[in-house]
């Protein structure tokens, strides 16, 4: 895997993206939830999160497979998926926080898949300024992500989520430039998996946070 650009690194104060994501991804969750592995509070949710999470790494994924084809409805269908994602993760925050809640979260998120989708395009382009300012945006929106979550949970410390939203951000800038770099498939498989498996642990933070809190509406 890659890891982001020095310059990029230090312009945004992330230095800890940049090394040993997995080892971040190991802290964060354990700080986030006492519940052992493999044996979740609630299954059900936990279920749940980590499809939601990956329905959108997959359909953000297929948004820069389309933008590196040049395929506009390839675009729009993945675009549509992301957002139809975003609302069902919000539907599912609303179901514990209420849908003012709901609607605040869904916010964060669009504003999340525009950054990405910044980033995205910029990338494809070449216009590193570009890339620039998408990450910076990424960065505020994620500790706003770790704001909002905190603030609803006390299970949620802000440097935890924060950790862990900005590995997440750091797959994306990964996968994106091996996709529109043309990376070989081994690399990008590899980068893939990675992706995959710190959006599970995000799920299980966050579905363990959640089932703390709410040990009797939570499966």
Same mark, same amino acid.
């Given at each position: 895997?890659?890891?982001?650009?020095?310059?990029? #690194?230090? !312009?945004?104060?992330?230095a800890f993206v940049a090394t040993a994501p997995a080892a971040l991804a190991q802290r964060a969750a354990q700080a986030a939830t006492s519940a052992p592995a493999g044996a979740? !509070?609630?299954? %059900?949710?936990h279920a !749940?999160?980590?499809s939601l999470l990956h329905g959108?790494?997959?359909a953000?994924?297929?948004y820069a497979l389309a933008v590196r084809e040049g395929s506009k409805a390839r675009e729009k269908r993945a675009t549509d998926a992301v957002v139809a994602n975003a609302h069902q993760i919000a539907? *599912? #925050?609303?179901?514990?926080?209420?849908k003012a809640a709901g609607e605040q979260f869904f916010k964060l998120l669009a504003d999340h898949w525009e950054g990405v989708k910044a980033l995205t395009d910029s990338t494809h382009a070449g216009? %590193? *300024?570009?890339? =620039? %300012?998408?990450?910076?945006?990424?960065?505020?929106?994620?500790?706003?992500? !770790?704001k909002f979550l905190s603030g609803a949970n006390p299970n949620l410390p802000d440097e935890t989520v924060k950790g862990l939203w900005m590995m997440h951000v750091n797959d994306h %800038?990964? =996968?994106?430039?091996?996709?529109?770099?043309? *990376?070989?498939?081994?690399?990008?498989t590899q980068s893939w998996a990675e992706m995959q498996k710190h959006a599970n642990t995000i799920a299980d933070a966050l579905a363990s946070g959640i089932a703390k809190q709410f040990p009797t509406k939570a499966h």
């Open positions: 895997m890659k890891p982001l650009s020095v310059a990029c #690194v230090l !312009a945004l104060g992330l979740p !509070a609630a299954p %059900k949710l !749940a999160m980590r959108h790494i997959v953000t994924r297929d539907d *599912a #925050v609303a179901g514990f926080y209420g216009d %590193k *300024a570009g890339e =620039q %300012k998408a990450m910076e945006e990424l960065a505020s929106n994620g500790s706003d992500i !770790a %800038k990964i =996968q994106i430039d091996e996709i529109m770099s043309g *990376a070989s498939q081994t690399e990008q």
